[in-house]
């Protein structure tokens, strides 16, 4: 299949050519490009408008004519004519419960509506698999999906359009579209089993090269704008990893960057090969803002000689008087009245805010931590492993991924729409947004060894979009992290329903089938024994939550970040341990203020001391106690590491006679023994004295004992062996001596 074939061209084409733009400087926010070369006389100004979106993600609310308004009001500001309304993927997937319910039909809908003409495709375009893509998805949509770097498995043929062209203004505008090659690992990869993800830039450049090479033959455009939906890390627009080579690496023929999928609103002002610079946009998530590129374009030579970039806020009022807006509401308004029949119903309650991490818990709204622990993923990890009928599989933990998790379980009602959504109500809806993927539940089997190789692939690949992704696990399991130790070596223990996990033990997990089949980069699922439940995460997070009315937030941590701790103790032993972000940042959370170290011996718990907590970290010196295990416990949250401690020889310091002069037919005389271990504690239990041929036995009480002997009825010297017996604390002890009796 060849590039020119996977091209759309809508109007005659003229090569492009170049111009000379002044270097400025990489700034966020607003941005202005001006400087250029002299221009014929008879050179004509045009002025075009790119407005673009990035992971709308099917936001089908109250606010969807909102954003619809802002589109058409800088529509209309700019004119029609003049205006081309993009996106850089993800427009579906993940989306809110109205879109989601109808198969995101809604959301294709509003874009259609709103005069789309050109969307790179998202990873979440390929949710349902490249199938759907290709059939359902690109059937309704009227825009054109583009995905230069979207492969035939094992060659270089593109399987999607690469690029459409537009006309503006009587200038011909290219559109190129790419998507994080990242993709196999963010959806489920049976889906995408069939394609190769390449390089986007690489696949950006070739493309651009094509359209700017003077023949028209294999498609011509004045302008280029690149759709990626790849992003920085962050809002700054730190040009680190993939980030950094499409600012720096997109070839100097592209006027425009647009970019998406990491959820930061950034407008950048960035230099570019050749010289000169461009503008670099993303509008954040779900139609918040609307992305705006102005150009300033010389029509007989396509040299572009001022831009603008900027992210326009939504608007706080729609206004219906704009017909397209009109029709977007006519969309919604039909979508949320069928959504909302099944997605009223209530199906369970809480009694607090349950959700996602939180980087940012100053604010309102919940701007998502995904490389944190939050209350949410442990929960629905606990409604993953409750949630298989036994007659299925028996699974002993649940995992789930953060980028899983969409929404949140808010105690916060809303009576407005719905009567029935009272404080603490969980309606049909609101469950289903937590999950809005339609995966179905996996079983897998692993080894304990594979199990922590999966822990360990928290920390993402180099050049990974988010280099930690935080697992949420059942609440009957906990691990220990050391983030300073080598790749592989960061996982210091994990036990399993209080049990240290055996490397060579087969546990069954329960976890998204997008997991299962190593989404997220979780490549380690792939090497146990998969089984598809036939159950929907959805079904079975709902059933949870209705068989589990007043659902509370734990905010107890299963990962603990901690230093100096063995995986095991020994009685005796000095231990500092340093342990960091003990405090969960979902909403709500409760502030450590100490940790505990408590000895458990014969089932009894016992506070040896407590240590004050610092900004969620602390250092705990103590020595390990003669006990069965040693717990340090945060609180109020109740946060819990465990180690078991292994049995220590204790020292029998004493072992003298009383009389210390016995003599021959003396009553009672006695054996003294004193049995103390590394640490200083008395131990108890039984010890043995064996005096010539003759064994007698006694009790060793806090660390003493007393055996009484029979008289001695011969003088004479004799050995004297003794042993401490041991108990479930301490190992066997020995000690031996001589006693002379006398006539």
């Not at 200038?171 to 690992?185: D, F, K, L």
């Amino acid at each position: 299949m060849s590039a020119k074939s996977m091209g759309t061209t809508r109007s005659p084409l003229r090569r492009r050519l170049g111009v000379a733009v002044t270097a400025v400087t990489l700034t966020a926010g607003p941005l202005t490009i001006v400087g250029v070369s002299a221009v014929p006389a008879h050179a004509v100004p045009v002025d075009i408008r790119l407005l673009n979106i990035n992971d709308f993600h099917g936001r089908i609310d109250a606010n969807t004519t909102k954003f619809a308004t802002t589109v058409e009001q800088q529509r209309a500001q700019a004119g029609d004519g003049s205006t081309l309304f993009l996106s850089a993927g993800d427009n579906i997937g993940a989306s809110l419960f109205a879109s989601a319910s109808q198969e995101d039909n809604p959301t294709i809908d509003v874009l259609n509506a709103l005069g789309m003409t050109s969307s790179a495709v998202g990873n979440h375009e390929f949710d349902r698999g490249f199938a759907d893509l290709q059939g359902r998805v690109q059937d309704r949509a009227t825009f054109e999906y583009l995905g230069a770097n979207v492969y035939q498995k094992g060659t270089t043929n593109p399987v999607l359009k690469e690029y459409d062209i537009e006309t503006v203004n009587g200038v011909t505008v290219g559109i190129i579209g790419a998507v994080t090659q990242e993709t196999p690992s963010l959806v489920s990869p049976t889906g995408v089993a069939a394609l190769d993800f390449g390089d986007p830039v690489a696949a950006v450049n070739r493309v651009a090269g094509q359209l700017s090479d003077g023949n028209p033959a294999n498609g011509e455009a004045q302008v280029l704008v690149a759709e990626y939906h790849e992003g920085a890390p962050d809002d700054a627009g730190s040009t680190s990893g993939v980030f950094g080579r499409i600012v720096n690496e997109t070839s100097g023929t592209v006027d425009a960057i647009f970019t998406g999928h990491t959820h930061k609103r950034y407008a950048l002002n960035t230099p570019k090969p050749g010289g000169g610079t461009r503008p670099v946009v993303q509008t954040g998530s779900y139609g918040e803002y609307v992305g705006q590129i102005d150009l300033t374009v010389e029509s007989t030579t396509g040299a572009v000689t001022a831009a603008t970039g900027t992210n326009i806020a939504r608007v706080a009022a729609e206004d219906t008087a704009l017909p397209r807006v009109a029709a977007v509401k006519a969309i919604v308004d039909k979508a949320l009245a069928d959504a909302k029949v099944i997605g009223d119903q209530p199906v369970g309650s809480v009694t607090a805010d349950i959700t996602r991490a939180d980087s940012d818990l100053a604010t309102p709204a919940v701007d998502e931590d995904r490389g944190a622990e939050s209350t949410l993923g442990d929960l629905v990890a606990n409604a993953l492993r409750d949630g298989v009928p036994a007659d299925i599989a028996k699974p002993e933990l649940g995992i789930v991924n953060p980028g899983g998790l969409r929404a949140d379980l808010l105690f916060a009602g809303d009576t407005t729409t719905n009567p029935a959504n009272t404080d603490g109500v969980v309606t049909f809806a609101e469950a289903n947004a937590v999950l809005p993927f339609v995966n179905n539940v996996s079983t897998v089997d692993l080894t304990g060894a594979q199990v922590k190789r999966i822990l360990e692939q928290q920390w993402q690949p180099a050049g990974s979009s988010r280099p930690y992704l935080h697992l949420g696990l059942s609440d009957n399991v906990s691990v220990t992290q050391d983030p300073t130790q080598p790749v592989g070596q960061r996982i210091t223990s994990v036990r399993i329903a209080g049990k240290p996990m055996v490397p060579t033990e087969t546990y069954t997990v329960s976890t998204f089938s997008f997991l299962a089949a190593g989404g997220d980069n979780f490549t380690g699922f792939t090497e146990g024994t998969t089984k598809d439940t036939g159950l929907i995460d959805r079904d079975v997070w709902i059933k949870y939550i209705r068989d589990n009315a007043g659902l509370k937030p734990d905010f107890a941590r299963q990962q603990v970040i901690a230093q100096g701790l063995p995986e095991a103790l020994k009685t005796g032993q000095k231990l500092t341990v340093n342990l960091s972000k003990l405090d969960i940042t979902s909403r709500g959370s409760v502030k450590n203020t100490q940790v505990q170290v408590v000895r458990v011996r014969d089932g009894k718990r016992k506070v040896m001391k407590s240590v004050a907590v610092t900004d969620a970290s602390a250092e705990v010196r103590f020595t390990v106690p003669g006990a069965s295990q040693v717990e340090l416990v945060a609180m109020p949250s109740g946060t819990t590491i465990t180690r078991d401690v292994t049995k220590t020889r204790p020292k029998m310091t004493k072992l003298k006679f009383f009389p210390k002069r016995p003599e021959v037919r003396q009553g009672a005389p006695r054996v003294v023994v004193k049995v103390v271990n590394a640490d200083g504690a008395k131990v108890g239990g039984k010890v043995k004295v064996k005096v010539g041929a003759k064994k007698y036995f006694g009790k060793v009480v806090q660390g003493k004992g007393k055996i009484k002997l029979p008289r001695f009825t011969a003088p004479g010297t004799y050995n004297v062996k003794a042993k401490y017996l041991g108990n479930n604390l301490y190992k066997p002890a020995k000690a031996r001596t001589t006693i002379k009796v006398y006539r």
